[in-house]
Structures are given as C-alpha cells and as structure tokens.
C-alpha cells in the first residue's frame, strides 16, 4: 500500500492503482467545499469505476452536492451517469445533451421530449435509425414535412406521402408514390392516395389514367383492385359520367355486393341515367378511351392484359398484370373512359412518368456550389429536395444586416443588391449578385449576425435552403456532413488566402 496526499491507494493484479473507501469521501468533501476540479482529477484517477458508488447517497444529498456531482462526472466525461444526475433533479435539457455524448440517442430523445425540445428529440431519433419515432414525433408537433421525410427514410412510401399531402407539399407526395412499382404489394393503395392528390393538383386526367391502368380487366380478386375500383368509379361518378361509374361499380359487386356503400351508389348512378335525355353507348365509350392524348389501349381478348399505354410525349407506362378468365357467373367489364383532353404544355405528367416533369430543373446551379463539390448523386438529390422555390419581388429584404442568416439562397433568375447600412440607416450598394450565383451560405453553419443587406434589385426565383433543414440533415448523414464541412473549410481557407493577397499587396 502507498499514500498519495491524504489518500490510500493499493496496487491490482494488473499493477494499477485502485483506491480504498477514503477516496470516497475525500472527493465528497471537494464536492461540498466546491472544489470541483481536485473532485474531477481524482474520480478520473481511480482503475476501477466508483461512480455507482457516489450516486449511492444522491437521492439524499443537497442540491449544491447534486448539481457538483452531475458536473463532475460530466467534466470527467462520464456522460451517461452525468445524464443519470441530471435526469434524477429534472434537467431534462442537460441530461439530454449527456446522453447524447454518451452516444445512448433513445435516451436523450426522451429527455428532449421532456424538456419541450421535441424538434430536437426527433433529430436525435433519426440519427439513431429510429426513424418512425421521429416521424411519430414531428407529426404530433404538427411538423408534417420533417414528418413525411422521416417516414420516407423508414420506408414508409405510403405515411411519406400521406404526410407530405398534409403539409401541402403535393409534387413531393406524387414523387414518393410514383417510386412504387406494379410489382410492389402496395402498387394499388399507392395509386388511390395518388389518384387523390392528382385530384387535388387539378390533374383529374392523369388521376383517371392511373386508376384505369391499375384496375384489373376481368375481375376483382382482392380488397386493394376493389379500392382501385372504387375510387375510379366515384370520381367518374363526380364527373357526371354515370355509366362509366356503373361499369366499375358492377365489378366490385360481383367481388364483394357489401364493399362500402356501393349498392347504394350504383342505384344513383342507373337513376341519373334512366333520367338523363341522352346516353352514351358502350361503343362510344370504348372509342373514346382508345383514342386521344391520354389514350389507354384496350385489353387483348387472347391474354386479358392491358398493352403498355403511351403518352403524349411518347412515354411507356408499364401494364399491370391481371391475369386471365373470368369468375363463373360474371361477365367482362369494359374499362371506364379516359379523358381526351390534352396535356398542359409545360408540365405533363406530375407523377414524373412523362419526360418533362421528371427533370430536376436548376440542379446544376445546386450542383455547382463549392460546398457540395464532393457529394453524390443520390446526396445532391437529397438536397435538391430540401430547397425551397421562393420568389421575391423588387425590393424585398432577403437577408437582414445585424440579424443571424435564414439560409442558401442560389440565384435562378433576376439579380440581388448586397449593401451596408450605416447607424443612420443609409445604404451604400457594395456589390450585385446575378443569375447563378448565391448568398448567405455562412449562415448554414454560423449563427453570427449578418454583415450586410441583401435585397431583391429586380424580380428574383431563387432555390433556398433553410438553416434548420440544413442542419437537421446533416446531423442524419455523418459522411455527408463530413464531405460538407470539409469543402466549407476549402472555401474559407481559399477566402483567407485571397483577403491575405490583397493585404499585402
């Protein structure tokens, strides 16, 4: 046995130095006398772990002895039993932080949630792969659209998209469900959500088109054709086209005469019908779906199997298999009419199956930013997903001198003013800013107030990327993150060097 001080120490098998019980008490004592940082060297010198040993009393020591010893085992980084301290006083917001040290994210998210920090809390999740909980936790903090990327990060096409409807971001729920194949089990429920938000975008055609090409052509055999079905008949039925409802109503009948309120609704439809002056033949019908921009071809009677279907701009959009035969008793139900209008001409198809709206327009000005010159394809598109289109009209303040930045703003289209504002309030234009070229990337990574104003100096579109979302998804991807820090610490140090140059000459 030696002595160091006023402390006992023995020698282990090992040949390290293990304390005796006066280490205990001698580093409570610096903890009441305050003297942290003589506590901090010795816990951190002991071979074995006594820090279960200095919780035993917690519960029953005085704040200013809680609050010391939370400290020292988080200066001594023992962060998970830092986070047990904190945990046991109620700071949640300080446990967290020492869970996520501690690299225990299921734990800290909890504590985020406890401290009101449920942004926070889900971010952690996400990192952890936990990504339903984090999309459980955005959507009860009504933060849809983190919500609906978390659900999509999981693999769940279908919440994805359901989220991204309730956050009024419609193109991105037609992106997620478009990704569903044929082949997919979930083929036809993504094509009802999809149909319904085709809907929503005023795209009724293409919304017809898709249900035509998913519903069966001989018979319904399962409750997800029957919802196919169902949604395509009701729509028809709400365009006043009752005979084409009639059509897809009788099918679901012969599978199932309870399906919903079908019965109901086929006795509407035949009654608007029997009451209208004029009816359209079966014959005309068929014409009229075989025909037209958004033609759909009609079944071959040999196989029962609806040819590929060819856009206006001569895309193929892959047939579904339905097998062949009809059920005894039943007899074969011509498809409902599609429409003939044609496409508007700048953007065709929203659900991306058409070559024009399958184009990422403006990724190459994202593409060539310095602080993304070493990502992937797969990461730019992420990014390109993250921005925000925004216009502004002459004059607009984008970024506030003296205020920390709200983002990357990337130029489309129109030009900017950067200026300084005096204490008098005067602006003195110090340099422009045009198509192509961007503002406020600083701001991604540091929360310093801004140096000067960027206005509007004519109409400007422009892609932005908020600093939160910036964030948020880097703390997800940590290679991503690392690639993106590294090509900022590139352009700084390439800034640095040019203000240096300019010094000295």
């Known amino acids: ?105 299921e734990q800290a998210s909890e504590c985020y949630v406890r401290a009101g920090q449920r942004d926070k809390a889900a971010a952690i999740l996400q990192k952890a792969g936990a990504h339903e909980k984090a999309a459980a936790i955005y959507a009860e903090s ?88 169902y949604r395509l008949a009701t729509l028809c039925q709400d365009l006043g086209r009752s005979r084409d409802a009639i059509h897809a109503f009788d099918m679901i009948l012969h599978y199932d005469p309870r399906f ?24 005309q019908a068929m014409r009229a779906i075989t025909s037209g921009d958004f033609a759909i071809p009609a079944a071959s009677t040999a196989t029962g199997r609806i040819p590929p279907a060819v856009t206006a701009s001569g895309t193929r959009i892959p047939a579904t298999v339905t097998g062949t035969g009809v059920l005894p008793g039943t007899r074969s139900v011509p498809p409902p009419k599609a429409p003939t209008m044609p496409p508007p001409a700048a953007v065709t198809d929203p659900t991306g199956s058409m070559a024009p709206a399958g184009r990422l327009e403006g990724y190459q000005l994202l593409k060539g930013l310095p602080i993304f010159e070493d990502l992937s394809l797969d990461d730019m598109r992420d990014f390109y997903h993250l921005c925000e289109h925004v216009r502004f009209n002459p004059g607009d303040v984008m970024i506030e001198q003296g205020q920390p930045g709200p983002g990357l703003f990337i130029v489309r ?12 309030g005067r602006e003195a234009e110090v340099a422009r800013v045009p198509a192509g070229r961007y503002v406020g990337e600083m701001s991604l990574v540091d929360d310093s107030p801004t140096s000067a104003r960027v206005v509007a100096a004519e109409p400007v579109k422009a892609f932005k990327i908020g600093k939160d979302v910036f964030q948020s998804y880097l703390f997800r991807n940590d290679l991503v993150a690392l690639r993106v820090y590294r090509s900022f610490v590139k352009t700084i140090a390439e800034r640095l060097r ?7 000459s």
Not at 26 to 41: D, G, M, S, W, Y
Not at 260 to 283: N, P
Not at 498 to 504: C, M, S, T
């Open 413 to 424: 289209e129109g030009s900017l003013r950067i200026t300084k504002v005096d204490r008098e």
């Open 142 to 229: 009504k933060d849809y659209l983190q919500a609906a990327r978390a659900s999509e990060s999981a693999g769940d096409i279908l919440g994805a998209a359901r989220l991204y409807r309730e956050g009024r971001d419609l193109r991105e729920a037609v992106r997620v469900l478009a990704r569903i194949t044929p082949q997919q089990r979930e083929f036809r429920r993504a094509v009802v959500a999809l149909a319904d938000v085709l809907v929503e975008m005023g795209r009724t055609d293409v919304a017809l088109q898709r249900l035509t090409i998913a519903l069966p052509r001989d018979r319904i055999a399962d409750p997800d054709a029957a919802e196919v079905a």
């Open 498 to 504: 040019e203000a240096n140059a300019r010094l000295i």
């Open 260 to 283: 919903r309120d079908v019965a109901a609704r086929l006795e509407a439809a035949q009654k608007t019908i029997q009451a209208a002056s004029s009816v359209v033949s079966t014959t």
């Open 1 to 105: 046995m030696v002595f160091r001080g006023e402390i006992e120490w023995e020698f282990n098998e090992s040949g390290q130095f293990q304390t005796t019980g006066k280490v205990l008490q001698l580093i409570r004592n610096h903890l009441a006398k305050n003297e942290l940082q003589q506590a901090v060297e010795l816990y951190e010198s002991c071979a074995q772990s006594i820090g279960d040993d200095l919780i035993a009393d917690f519960d029953t020591s005085s704040n200013n002895v809680q609050k010391a010893l939370a400290n020292l085992f988080f200066r001594a980084r023992d962060y998970a039993r830092a986070a047990a301290c904190c945990q046991k006083m109620g700071e949640w917001e300080a446990a967290a932080r020492a869970y996520e040290a501690a690299n225990k994210l």
